[in-house]
C-alpha cells in the first residue's frame, strides 16, 4: 500500500491546460528519450505560474530542438544551441520568435537542467524601436464615424477612449464598467497586471447605447466576431481566398475556407447564378460536345495502337 501510495505520489502533475501538449509532447518526446525531461520542465512553469501560452511554447520549442539534434537536448552542449539559433534565422524566421526560442531555451538548461553553462552566452535580439503612427482627432474622428455598426463604434470607441489594446477590448466583461466611479477594470492586462483606466461621460453612453441594443451576457464584446467578420465581409465582396489567407496569418488555406460557408451573399449569388442559368449548366456547349468527342477518338486510337 506505502509503494502504491509513493508512486501517485511521485507521478508528474500536467495542468490541464496543458494536457493536450502533454499528449503531443509525449509522440515527440518517446523518439528522443526526454520524456521525463519535459514533464519536470511543465512542473517546474507550473510552479513558476508561467502563462499557459508561455509554457506551451516553452514545450514546442524544445520538442522542435530535439527534433533538429536527433537525439535527447539533455546532451546538447552550446554549439548545438548555437546551430539551432542559426538554423531558426537561416529559415527566415523574425526577431520574436529567436528570442522566444532563446528564453525557451534558457528555462530549459538553466531551471529544469540545472545547466547555466550551456546558455551562458545566449543573447536576446534587440529589435528596432519606431515610433508609432498617431492619427490627428479628426482622422479618429472620421475612422469611429466610418464604423459598419454600433458594436464596432463602441468597441473601437473603448480603445481610444481608454488606451486599451485590442486583446484588452475583446476581454472586457459587462461588469468591468464602472458607472458609479466613472472607471474601467482592465483585468489581467499585458503582463498579467490588472488596472482601471478612465470612462467619460460620451464613451459610457455609447457603451449604454450598445448594451440597450444588444443585451450582451457576460463578454461585453463577443471576441472572434470582428476577425471572423472581416474575413466574411471580404470573401463576400470576391477578395481572392488566398489574399485573404495572407491578411489573417493562416498557415493553411483550408482554415481560410471555412468563411465559405457561412458568406451567405456568396452563397445567394451562386444559387441565383444557378436558377438564372440551368441550361448552360445542364447541357454542353457545341465546343464542349466537339471537344468531348476529340478526347474520345483520341483515346480510342491510343488504345489500339497499344493493342
Known amino acids: 500500500m506505502a509503494r502504491d501510495a509513493g508512486s501517485k505520489a511521485s507521478t508528474s502533475y500536467i495542468p490541464p491546460n496543458l494536457r493536450y501538449s502533454a499528449i503531443f509532447c509525449d509522440a515527440a518526446a518517446d523518439g528522443f528519450g526526454i520524456k521525463s525531461r519535459w514533464r519536470r520542465m511543465i512542473e517546474d ?7 499557459p501560452k508561455t509554457q ?12 533538429f539534434l536527433g537525439r535527447s537536448p539533455d546532451t546538447a552542449r552550446f554549439e548545438d544551441v548555437r546551430r539551432f539559433q542559426l538554423h531558426l534565422a537561416a ?7 529567436l528570442n522566444h526560442t532563446v528564453a525557451a531555451l534558457r528555462f530549459f538548461f538553466r531551471v529544469t537542467l540545472r545547466r547555466s553553462d550551456i546558455i551562458e ?6 529589435e528596432p524601436r519606431k515610433l508609432p503612427i498617431v492619427l490627428s482627432p479628426k482622422e479618429v474622428a472620421r475612422l469611429l464615424d466610418a464604423a459598419p455598426g454600433l458594436k464596432y463604434k463602441a468597441a473601437l ?3 481610444y477612449g481608454a488606451g486599451l ?9 459587462v461588469g468591468d464598467i464602472d458607472s458609479k466611479r466613472m472607471v474601467i477594470r482592465v483585468e489581467q492586462g499585458k503582463g498579467r497586471k490588472d488596472r482601471y483606466v478612465m470612462l467619460s461621460p460620451h464613451l459610457l453612453e455609447l457603451l449604454r447605447a450598445w448594451w440597450r441594443a444588444a443585451r ?4 461585453l464584446f463577443p471576441g472572434r466576431d470582428l476577425r471572423h467578420s472581416f474575413a466574411t465581409h471580404l470573401l463576400e465582396q470576391n477578395i481572392d481566398i488566398r489574399v485573404i489567407q495572407v491578411l489573417l496569418g493562416h498557415a493553411q488555406l483550408d482554415t481560410t475556407a471555412l468563411y465559405a460557408r457561412v458568406a451567405t451573399k456568396t ?7 444557378c436558377r438564372d442559368r440551368p441550361t448552360e449548366l445542364a447541357t454542353p456547349s457545341a465546343s464542349q460536345r466537339a471537344a468531348q468527342r476529340t478526347r474520345a477518338t483520341d483515346h480510342q486510337r491510343r488504345k489500339s495502337h497499344s493493342v
Not at 45 to 51: N, V
Not at 56 to 67: E, K, L, V
Not at 91 to 97: E, F, R
Request: net charge positive.
Open 45 to 51: 512553469m507550473t510552479i513558476r505560474k508561467l502563462a
Open 56 to 67: 506551451q511554447g516553452y514545450i514546442r520549442t524544445i520538442s522542435d530542438f530535439a527534433a
Open 91 to 97: 529559415n527566415g524566421a523574425h526577431i520574436p520568435p
Open 121 to 126: 552566452h545566449t543573447t536576446f535580439i534587440h
Open 157 to 159: 470607441s473603448v480603445a
Open 165 to 173: 489594446r485590442a486583446a484588452e477590448v475583446i476581454s472586457l466583461k
Open 216 to 219: 450582451p451576457q457576460g463578454w
Open 267 to 273: 452563397i445567394r449569388e451562386v444559387m441565383t447564378a
